[in-house]
């Protein structure tokens, strides 16, 4: 009985550290705090020991006549304290604990790679990202994927709420949905096999069974990119819907989706935006403008002679974001109609120009950050498109299949998330956006 006493005290005390924050802390209450030593500073018989923890940094204050073993303290070590809650306007969070009593869980072995101590890390990209889980241990760094998390969760948490099914789908297969030679190949069981570019065969099929799907899962592009805003493996926020009246509803669900994010961030994401400072965009309604017109207009705003005509160059992207914000202060804009030879297979023709889709980009600040739109859902119609462009029909049995058995009018999109979460913050590069990127020369770590 005396021992389940006790185990019941310890719990107590280390619950309420995480009730600080809503003032149910006392002074003078004793409290045990476990987390890693971020930093510390000696000054002399006081020392400062910072905790990093979930919720952030914590200040401890070790009187060296009261705890005799300072000099075992190390940055890094993980370690439980348990001391005496005092208040100080001036520390983290508004209080600081007087320290009692420290047990050390572990030591490093080696000294840290990277001053991650420090509010900004000094370092180059490169060096960043060779030693990743360290770099990400900075509180700044930190941040940026607590807002990705707030992303993710915000356009989890609206579409459950728009009716959607959350699905899980395969990542090797047989055959591409966007095609062209941009394909991881691999060998599965001695048959050729790829990494899937997207999951659209799949959140097509799945709006057949439940209406309304979404997932968010990595999609893979061997696209021979060195830029500051491609990946080779990124993640893709997907979502397909059935039943639509055109691809407005789309750009509905998507700047629904955004409104609540962003709301999202500001009420529950507040710690992490003041340490980046991130000021995010107010959104009302997002401007709808087509890809000729958008085009015509640029050109002849900037001077710029149109050199492709069926796509949009980056240097474009950024011109109409300038554009799009000085004509309407928004941030976001739809671009809508892209000519069909830059659209997949499966994207509707508009019916009264079928040299354009019923498709989209969205772009923030000049940077696409969205592609999505209306898909053909009649059988014959596919069949003829595909047979236009002279495609394969192996390994799309199943695919195909379901336009056989009808399927309703649909269309959906995706979102990258680490191109999204890098212009949100304000980021130089996507690589920061990402925990571990994958590009032409980063497979590890």
């Given at each position: 009985m005396e021992f389940v006493t006790e185990r019941k005290e310890t719990l107590l005390t280390e619950l309420c550290v995480d009730k600080i924050a809503h003032s149910e802390i006392k002074d003078d209450q004793k409290v045990s705090l476990k987390g890693t030593i971020h930093t510390i500073r000696d000054m002399g018989d006081v020392a400062f020991v910072i905790i990093r923890r979930r919720e952030g940094l914590f200040q401890c204050v070790y009187e060296k006549s009261i705890v005799s073993d300072f000099s075992e303290l190390k940055e890094g070590q993980a370690v439980k304290i348990s001391g005496l809650i005092r208040s100080e306007k001036r520390a983290p969070h508004g209080f600081e604990i007087l320290v009692k009593e420290v047990l050390i869980y572990s030591t490093p072995k080696k000294s840290m790679p990277l001053q991650i101590s420090k509010w900004k890390l000094n370092?180059?990209?490169?060096?960043?990202?060779?030693?990743?889980?360290?770099?990400?241990?900075?509180?700044?760094?930190?941040?940026?994927?607590?807002?990705?998390?707030?992303?993710?969760?915000?356009?989890?948490?609206?579409?459950?709420?728009?009716?959607?099914?959350?699905?899980?789908?395969?990542?090797?297969?047989?055959?591409?949905?966007?095609?062209?030679?941009?394909?991881?190949?691999?060998?599965?069981?001695?048959?050729?096999?790829?990494?899937?570019?997207?999951?659209?065969?799949?959140?097509?099929?799945?709006?057949?069974?439940f209406d309304r799907v979404f997932e968010t899962a990595p999609v893979f592009r061997a696209e021979k990119h060195n830029t500051k805003r491609h990946l080779n493996e990124y993640t893709s926020l997907d979502l397909e819907m059935g039943y639509i009246d055109s691809m407005d509803d789309i750009m509905d669900i998507e700047t629904g989706f955004l409104k609540y994010t962003i709301e999202l961030l500001r009420k529950d994401y507040k710690k992490e935006l003041d340490i980046l400072s991130v000021e995010l965009p107010e959104i009302k309604e997002i401007p709808r403008v087509r890809f000729d017109e958008i085009k015509r207009l640029?050109?002849?705003?900037?001077?710029?002679?149109?050199?492709?005509?069926?796509?949009?160059?980056?240097?474009?992207?950024?011109?109409?974001?300038?554009?799009?914000?000085?004509?309407?202060?928004?941030?976001?804009?739809?671009?809508?109609?892209?000519?069909?030879?830059?659209?997949?297979?499966?994207?509707?023709?508009?019916?009264?120009?079928?040299?354009?889709?019923?498709?989209?980009?969205?772009?923030?600040?000049?940077?696409?950050?969205?592609?999505?739109?209306?898909?053909?859902h009649d059988y014959e119609e596919l069949i003829k498109k595909m047979e236009k462009r002279n495609m394969d029909k192996e390994g799309m049995e199943d695919y195909l299949s379901i336009f056989a058995y009808g399927m309703p009018p649909h269309g959906g999109l995706g979102i990258g998330l680490e191109r999204l979460t890098m212009e949100l913050i304000g980021l130089e590069n996507i690589r920061q956006a990402t925990l571990f990127p994958r590009d032409q020369r980063r497979l590890v770590p």
């Open positions: 370092t180059s990209l490169e060096a960043n990202l060779d030693y990743r889980a360290v770099a990400l241990r900075n509180v700044r760094e930190r941040a940026v994927f607590k807002i990705q998390e707030g992303i993710t969760r915000g356009f989890r948490d609206y579409l459950y709420k728009q009716g959607f099914t959350e699905i899980h789908t395969p990542k090797l297969g047989a055959k591409s949905a966007e095609g062209g030679a941009n394909l991881f190949k691999l060998e599965y069981f001695h048959k050729p096999a790829i990494l899937q570019q997207s999951p659209q065969f799949y959140k097509q099929m799945m709006v057949g069974v640029v050109s002849e705003r900037y001077d710029r002679k149109i050199k492709n005509p069926y796509d949009l160059e980056p240097e474009e992207e950024e011109l109409i974001g300038k554009y799009i914000k000085e004509k309407t202060g928004s941030d976001f804009v739809f671009v809508t109609h892209y000519p069909t030879k830059k659209r997949p297979f499966y994207a509707m023709d508009d019916p009264t120009d079928p040299k354009f889709t019923l498709s989209f980009d969205l772009l923030y600040k000049g940077l696409e950050i969205t592609t999505g739109g209306q898909r053909i």
